[in-house]
């Protein structure tokens, strides 16, 4: 079971303060945010992608290698990456980078984003966004696993003999999630590729979450990847803690009340019973927590939001240490009962080993004139 944070990167207003951070203190506290995370003996640390204000999670391939060069242990991901608006070909060479780089410390969440007036900006029409999430993962996962790729397809320009450099580090790509909230459409695009679902439910109630992860679970099994629990699922989750819960609610609920996304709507006690946000104490937030397996059933990796709707990085990493205290509770929670024949969450190790080792190779262009290899040229 891995346990971690993700990042959506806004820039929001503290509201006990008045205060705005500016994006230059935002971005780098991204970065403390994540050494923390690898400090209190997280497993992941992920962070989204927005390409328009107030957000400065854009380029998260930058964020991800700058945080890795920084760390040692943890596995960084990203919190969606937008395979609607981003070309494949990029995708493909700048996440094989950062897993050279990070010695195969990086995976990736697919999302199509729900931002509508970023589609045009990277010139992709909204209308198009399950299409474009599924035409374009399938070229991403040719690109990964075939050394010269041809291909043509709706909504970008052909490729003709086509080599992604560099190759996946190991000859293993990154493990990829599909994250959905709503769309049956991508629970199915993750069966059917044999990859991880993640529902990052924090903004909805147990019981859709049970049917969205469900339907993966089904669908899973359908294709011939194993029985229904073996299927790879990971969920989001939010919480506030302090030692005493009545601290943590009233401290909480200023941020709470004014957040962009929930804030003016319901009250946080109704949202608290209806959502996994849990605001409360350490015990609190550990029982609410083991509890999503009461619907999700047994899977692999739990993330939580803890750095949104204005609060300030001091709050932030004493959130964290505050998780780092019932973290072994948590781990000890996740494994009792769990059955052996379900599978702990892909890392690039396990990918390495279950694909019967490393392969290491350059791939290297045809000469135009001798229509050899370089390598075969030289043998010749």
């Known amino acids: 079971m891995q346990i971690g944070i993700f990042s959506v990167g806004d820039v929001t207003t503290d509201p006990t303060t008045g205060r705005t951070p500016s994006e230059h203190e935002r971005i780098k506290a991204t970065v403390a945010i994540a050494r923390k995370a690898e400090e209190v003996g997280l497993d992941v640390f992920a962070t989204g992608e927005h390409h328009n204000p107030p957000f400065i999670s854009s380029n998260p391939t930058a964020t991800l290698a700058y945080i890795g060069a920084q760390t040692g242990r943890i596995v960084l991901s990203t919190a969606t990456t937008l395979i609607t608006t981003t ?131 089904r669908r899973w099994e359908h294709h011939g990847h194993g029985p229904a629990d073996t299927a790879i699922v990971g969920l989001g989750g939010q919480f506030f803690m302090r030692r005493n819960s009545q601290d943590a609610i009233a401290e909480f609920r200023p941020y709470f009340d004014n957040a962009p996304v929930y804030g003016h709507g319901p009250s946080m006690e109704d949202f608290t019973a209806q959502t996994p946000l849990t605001v409360g104490s350490p015990q609190q937030v550990l ?36 998780l780092g205290e019932i973290l072994p509770a948590m781990r000890a929670g996740f494994a009792e009962g769990r059955p052996a024949h379900v599978p702990d969450a892909p890392t690039h190790q396990s990918l390495v080993a279950a694909a019967g080792g490393a392969v290491g190779h350059a791939v290297h262009a045809v000469d135009d004139v001798t229509g050899r290899a370089p390598a075969e040229a030289v043998s010749a």
């Open 87 to 217: 070309d494949p070909v990029l995708i493909a060479e700048d996440y094989a980078k950062i897993q050279h780089l990070t010695d195969g410390r990086v995976d990736l969440m697919m999302g199509r984003g729900n931002t509508g007036p970023v589609y045009p900006w990277f010139g992709k029409d909204i209308r198009q966004g399950i299409n474009l999430a599924v035409e374009n993962y399938a070229l991403l996962h040719r690109l990964w696993r075939e050394d010269v790729v041809d291909w043509s397809g709706r909504f970008r320009t052909p490729l003709q003999g086509y080599t992604a450099t560099p190759r996946p580090l190991d000859g293993v790509p990154p493990f990829v999630w599909h994250g959905s909230i709503r769309s049956p459409e991508i629970a199915e695009q993750a069966a059917y590729y044999g990859d991880g679902f993640f529902h990052n439910h924090i903004f909805w109630p147990a019981s859709h979450t049970r049917q969205m992860v469900d339907l993966y679970r």
């Open 287 to 322: 029982e609410r927590t083991l509890s999503f397996r009461d619907y999700a059933g047994h899977y692999q990796r739990q993330l939580f939001l803890v750095d949104h709707a204005g609060l300030p990085l001091k709050t932030v990493l004493e959130q964290l240490d505050l």
